[in-house]
């Protein structure tokens, strides 16, 4: 898919052009900027390219899906069979109709072109390796004169090869924020799928390892008690042992929503898996739900309203090797993040470890936004919008290879103990995971042929080489943690022992490394091709952007898309695609979007 941003389209929308104008004529006058509109969905959820927008008809998700494979990229016109017939929501994967959902062009951006340095993660307009005069947006990962590798989704960076890899992390919390994607809303429970006899994902709950086919969590009574209707849960717990609410990942499949639907019970239970990388934005296909993703976030609102002796409000999160965990002493406002490294079974669990300390305002009775992270081996905590002030005691360190266990299926909880306390607003997101498919060149040496030959492009070879070996083989083992890490593991080694040193990035001091945010359908510096770069007699990396290639920083989405109203919040048709005038391209009346125009992180 190519991702390349446009330049303005100009007359084809002439009410937009004159906001882009009058915007650049004003605001920007005073700097050396551009603007810039988004065709694909490559950088998505940071950049939206053409998209839909849909509301889940199983659980009332609004969410957005790209629609840039629906068009030619160079004429507009539509393709053949190419309209997006449905999507699974991301929430509750039920199937949508989103044939007929309005449609709508890319972000405009404005690009700052007066850049003094280009740090990790800034989102970087470049000039394509492989074609100069098309410009191509992605997050900036790798530095001049690092090597990168990829591994289970993070970033690993060193300078040389006596070095330790160091895994990259986001210093502004942000930038992580903004690219985290959406697991579960509880806001937006799958209503049919309960009412035909499902199990609802938060559950007051106990541990019991012994119950694989809940996750190791199954519901029992305890302290907390749940306001289905509000999406409220309650606890009244007395000092003592923690009294539990968990998630578990309970995913329906299709033929559960086709029960469901039709208003019949479940003739099997909701059965939990791993949290993968699937992504609601890209259209339905073969390649969602295949990677394991430990990098979460909780974000709630819990209103206390009575602290008890020896108080405590625990927040934990899976990830495989681990569990992590926030405990907060609500009497004084203390704060502990601990990880506890899981025993081998038969062994004795270890006692836990403490990697950072601080003070938060959670201090007296009152209502707060709490919001807590494990991403990039970085425990992060957040109350009412701000970064809680944090002293490092040790780094977390994750193996070569972390694999998921049964835990991994019921990945966050929030336990209670000596309180009086509501709980709502609860919302998992995940981090990106970047895959690490890679163009790599036959012969195995790396090298290509002569481009001053006239056969260079029979000659010309280069297959692309996944993760590992067989990515489809892992989307049927995301319900068996067990056998999803023996798959993964054995066929990740295999793919190091046939590329060894192709699978890394190894970036000369005057290039850089680009990856677009939605991995799974991103054209980036991972599938760069090496076809024309020596024709024209230049012989950089091929999956690196040279210095010289640089255009700008994206700053700032000035214009994401208007927002229809009237006839049913669907306006009135005032042009259609090319190929089929009846599908509207262009809709009037429509105010601005302003919750999308924002800085660019």
């Excluded at 280009?118 to 000039?127: A, C, G, S």
């Amino acid at each position: 898919m190519a991702n390349s941003p446009a330049r303005e389209e100009g007359a084809r929308d002439t009410v937009e052009a004159v906001v882009i104008a009058f915007i650049l004529a004003f605001v920007f006058k005073t700097f050396e900027a551009e603007a810039f509109v988004i065709p694909t969905g490559s950088m998505a959820p940071t950049l939206y390219g053409r998209h839909k927008e849909a509301t889940c008809g199983g659980c009332g998700l609004s969410y957005t899906i790209g629609a840039s494979q629906e068009i030619d990229q160079d004429s507009g016109q539509l393709l053949q069979n190419g309209r997006i017939e449905t999507s699974r929501c991301p929430g509750c994967r039920f199937r949508n109709s989103v044939r007929d959902a309005p449609v709508f062009n890319g972000d405009r951006i404005v690009v700052n072109k007066q850049v003094s340095r280009y740090r990790r993660f800034d989102v970087v307009v470049f000039k394509n390796p492989e074609e100069p005069h098309v410009n191509y947006i992605k997050r900036l990962i790798g530095l001049p004169g690092e090597t990168i590798r990829i591994r289970q989704g993070d970033i690993h960076a060193r300078r040389s090869e006596v070095e330790p890899w160091k895994i990259q992390h986001r210093e502004d919390l942000s930038k992580q924020r903004d690219v985290q994607i959406l697991v579960y809303d509880d806001r937006y429970p799958p209503l049919p799928i309960i009412q035909a006899g499902g199990e609802e994902r938060w559950a007051p709950a106990i541990f019991r390892p012994s119950d694989r086919d809940i996750a190791g969590w199954p519901g029992v009574e305890n302290a907390w008690t749940a306001d289905r209707d509000n999406r409220v849960y309650t606890v009244d717990a007395p000092t003592g042992p923690a009294q539990w609410l968990r998630y578990r990942h309970l995913i329906p499949n299709e033929l559960q929503w086709a029960a469901a639907s039709d208003e019949e019970p479940l003739e099997s239970p909701l059965l939990p898996q791993l949290v993968t990388d699937f992504c609601g934005f890209n259209s339905d296909n073969s390649e969602q739900e295949l990677y394991w993703i430990s990098d979460l976030t909780l974000d709630f609102t819990v209103d206390i309203q009575e602290i008890r002796k020896d108080a405590l409000l625990t927040i934990e999160l899976e990830e495989g090797i681990r569990s992590v965990r926030c405990e907060i002493q609500p009497q004084s406002g203390n704060v502990v993040l601990s990880a506890l490294t899981h025993a081998e079974p038969g062994q004795p669990e270890p006692a836990p470890v403490i990697i950072a300390s601080g003070n938060c305002s959670l201090s007296e009775t009152g209502e707060y936004d709490i919001s807590f992270a494990s991403v990039d081996d970085q425990l992060t905590l957040c109350i009412d919008g701000s970064p809680v002030e944090l002293k490092t005691q040790r780094e977390l360190e994750t193996p070569e290879i972390n694999l998921p266990t049964d835990r991994d299926m019921a990945p966050a909880g929030i336990a209670a103990g000596g309180l009086m306390a509501t709980v709502s607003n609860l919302v998992i997101k995940r981090d990106i995971y970047y895959r690490n498919d890679i163009i790599v060149f036959d012969p195995s040496s790396g090298t290509t042929a002569d481009p001053w030959q006239t056969n260079y492009g029979d000659a010309y070879s280069a297959v692309l080489v996944n993760e590992v070996t067989a990515p489809h083989q892992l989307g049927g083992s995301i319900r068996s943690p067990d056998t999803w890490g023996q798959l993964y593991s054995e066929m990740l080694l295999q793919q190091q022992e046939r590329h060894g040193s192709q699978l890394e990035f190894r970036l000369a001091s005057d290039e850089y490394l680009m990856l677009g945010d939605n991995s799974p359908a991103s054209k980036d510096g991972r599938l760069f091709d090496y076809y024309s770069r020596p024709q024209r007699g230049i012989f950089s990396s091929r999956y690196a952007v040279r210095e010289a290639d640089l255009v700008g920083e994206a700053m700032f989405i000035f214009w994401p898309h208007g927002v229809p109203f009237l006839n049913g919040g669907r306006g009135y048709s005032v042009m259609g695609h090319k190929g089929d005038r009846s599908y509207p391209l262009y809709s009037f009346p429509f105010y601005p979007n302003f919750t999308r125009m924002k800085l660019i992180r």
